[in-house]
């Protein structure tokens, strides 16, 4: 994941900040990647897979009537999850994931590939509507749905990006 985890984690520590993680289509693969850092327990704690409506609804706080009137896989539902883990855990900064692996599940309108990440922090917020290669097998879709996550949270962060 091009070591990006390293950089959150330098990030993270020199600032005595905390993160957490809130995903549904990347199902705990950005959470992995995280706590591969050695003392990554310094700034993560409370992470969700809320994979369904319904742990979305209850332990991050996302409104039926958004689920309802977006869809799961939406920017406004990518909003409610990552200020919900906020409000929920205490966390300074938070990031949350919500799109479709495939290889079922997409429409015209909702294509399998697309993924809506946003990261927040108690005073704002930022979302990134991407598309990636439909194409690729799901493993391969989730790997580059978390790539592209930890790249933004990286860049929400630091207001760098990551070139390497």
């Known amino acids: 994941m091009n070591n990006i985890e390293f950089k959150i984690a330098e990030f993270l520590i020199e600032r005595n900040k905390t993160l957490s993680?809130?995903?549904?289509?990347?199902g705990g693969l950005i959470s992995s990647v995280l706590t591969d850092v050695s003392g990554s327990s310094a700034y993560t704690g409370i992470n969700f897979v809320t994979y369904s409506n319904?742990?979305?609804?209850?332990?991050?706080?996302?409104?039926?009537?958004?689920?309802?009137?977006?869809?799961a896989v939406?920017?406004?539902t990518a909003l409610e999850m990552a200020l919900g883990l906020i409000k929920n855990t205490g966390a300074d900064f938070s990031l949350s994931t919500t799109g479709i692996a495939?290889?079922?599940g997409g429409t015209e309108e909702k294509p399998v590939g697309l993924i809506?990440?946003?990261?927040?922090?108690?005073?704002?917020?930022?979302?990134l509507k991407k598309t990636v290669n439909s194409n690729l097998g799901r493993t391969q879709i989730k790997r580059q749905f978390a790539e592209c996550a930890l790249e933004f949270l990286?860049?929400?962060?630091t207001g760098e990006t990551n070139h390497e």
């Open 102 to 104: 495939g290889p079922t």
């Open 54 to 71: 319904f742990a979305k609804q209850k332990y991050l706080g996302v409104s039926a009537a958004t689920l309802e009137k977006y869809g």
């Open 21 to 26: 993680v809130a995903e549904s289509c990347t």
């Open 154 to 157: 990286y860049e929400f962060l």
């Open 116 to 127: 809506y990440i946003c990261s927040a922090s108690k005073n704002k917020h930022k979302i």
């Open 74 to 76: 939406s920017p406004q």
